[in-house]
């Protein structure tokens, strides 16, 4: 086969680059793990893997891309680091942190491999702490309808205020009193007060200036007990959220529908962000993963970032992934990769990912890549079921961060069904974002 010299005359790689031609013997990749590589010399960014194809750019030795894989293609050979040769070529998709497609409108370009080396991934986070043990606090209680709390235990005593249906309260005891009866879920009647001393998590002196308020025991049951905090998540779906009645209720995080593909911003979301947070509720953000719409899960991710407006103290960024797309196994964890692979280098944070047990395990292969690689936070939705089943091993042995346990949930402040909850741990500050 013929054979001929080719050496670039560009002025940064003349002494860098010689490269020897033969005719391309293209192939699949070689490897789909996304990873980063350093430039050990400079070389020449072209449109395909190998040495004929067009020069798009020259970069600087030093410059680290981001890979999807290697490929077989045309011979190169290289003064570069003592001497190199070989056909294979680096699928690049970002170049120093931006992407491909913005610098050249495509959404890979290739590299030969010998004049880069491979830059180990940082470590992973240490895991979460493990969860305190449950403390059962009895006197927690829950509305079964609208309760009318009284100035003292009698139904000819003043109206303090009217609280909702699914509102936690904190009695500090029973006391007899005047006799009362109602349709509360069932018909009640009885003589017995709860002497309650907090609604909502706040107490009644700052609610309403009074030490204590009376509610008639027949309107309420007694709460689960539970180590979890109480949370949701939230769309446009939900329409006008009433922020501090949901806070009331006891909720103490939200996670709220940013983007979903590439273009689509819920309608909702900025209005959720701030009411949320302005009732003092742990916030954060997800994207609705469209691999069906757009095959670029960088660009599903900068669309993410550049509208989700994310600062310090926002609960870390979450990939929603429920759908395929119509991907193979191997061509959805690609993309997965690319989408928290982009935001980790955008934000400087690993994002978590919400997934169901059957979804990861049928579409990603029950792939376990990104528990052992830093992505340490699961959301696992799993309804109907007293404990969650958790994919990938055991999430690599993390188990889940946060547990979605219905999605027709009822919430004080929110019409219609909601998305009910739980975190697994007592402080946010594993999963609290730090802008860089």
């Known amino acids: 086969m013929h054979r001929r010299v080719h050496r670039s005359w560009l002025p940064l790689v003349i002494a860098a680059l010689a490269v020897l031609v033969i005719l391309p013997s293209l192939a699949g990749e070689a490897d789909a793990a996304t990873s980063k590589w350093q430039a050990k010399c400079a070389a020449n960014v072209r449109v395909s893997p190998n040495t004929t194809s067009k020069v798009l750019r020259v970069i600087a030795r030093g410059a680290v891309v981001t890979t999807v894989g290697s490929v077989s293609g045309g011979h190169w050979s290289t003064g570069c680091d003592g001497g190199r040769a070989g056909n294979l070529w680096l699928k690049v998709v970002a170049i120093n942190g931006r992407t491909t497609k913005s610098f050249f409108g495509r959404s890979a370009v290739y590299v030969a491999r010998g004049l880069f ?29 609208a309760v009318r709390l009284r100035a003292g235990p009698s139904t000819d005593a003043g109206t303090t205020t009217i609280i909702d249906n699914n509102v936690v309260v904190t009695a500090a005891d029973a006391v007899s009193g005047g006799a009362w009866a109602a349709d509360c879920a069932t018909s009640v009647s009885g003589d017995t007060w709860y002497r309650i001393v907090e609604v909502g998590g706040q107490s009644v002196n700052a609610l309403y200036g009074v030490d204590e308020v009376y509610g008639a025991t027949g309107l309420f049951r007694t709460a689960v007990t539970s180590s979890y905090v109480e949370g949701i998540d939230v769309s446009k779906w939900q329409g006008v959220i009433n922020w501090p009645m949901v806070a009331a209720a006891g909720k103490q995080f939200t996670i709220a529908k940013a983007t979903e593909g590439v273009g689509y911003e819920d309608g909702r979301y900025d209005a959720n962000k701030a009411g949320a947070m302005a009732a003092g509720l742990a916030f954060g953000a997800y994207h609705f993963a469209r691999p069906d719409l757009n095959d670029d899960g960088a660009s599903e991710a900068d669309w993410f970032v550049d509208t989700a407006g994310y600062q310090t103290g926002m609960i870390i960024p979450t990939l929603d992934l429920e759908r395929t797309g119509g991907l193979t196994d191997a061509a959805l964890i690609a993309w997965v990769k690319a989408w928290v692979t982009r935001v980790y280098e955008r934000l400087g944070v690993r994002p978590m990912i919400y997934a169901s047990p059957s979804f990861w395990t049928t579409y990603m292969g029950n792939t376990r890549w990104f528990a052992d690689n830093g992505y340490a936070i699961l959301w696992v939705a799993h309804w109907g079921v007293t404990s ?15 547990w979605q346990y219905t999605s027709n949930g009822s919430v004080p402040g929110i019409s219609g069904d909601v998305d009910l909850d739980r975190y697994r741990f007592d402080s946010f500050d594993a999963v609290t974002y730090a802008a860089p």
């Open 117 to 145: 080396k491979a830059v180990p991934p940082p470590p992973p986070p240490p895991p979460p702490p493990p969860p305190p043990p449950p403390t059962p606090d009895t006197a927690d209680l829950i509305t079964n309808c």
């Open 388 to 402: 969650p089943s958790v994919p990938a091993t055991n999430w690599g042995g993390r188990s889940w961060t946060f």
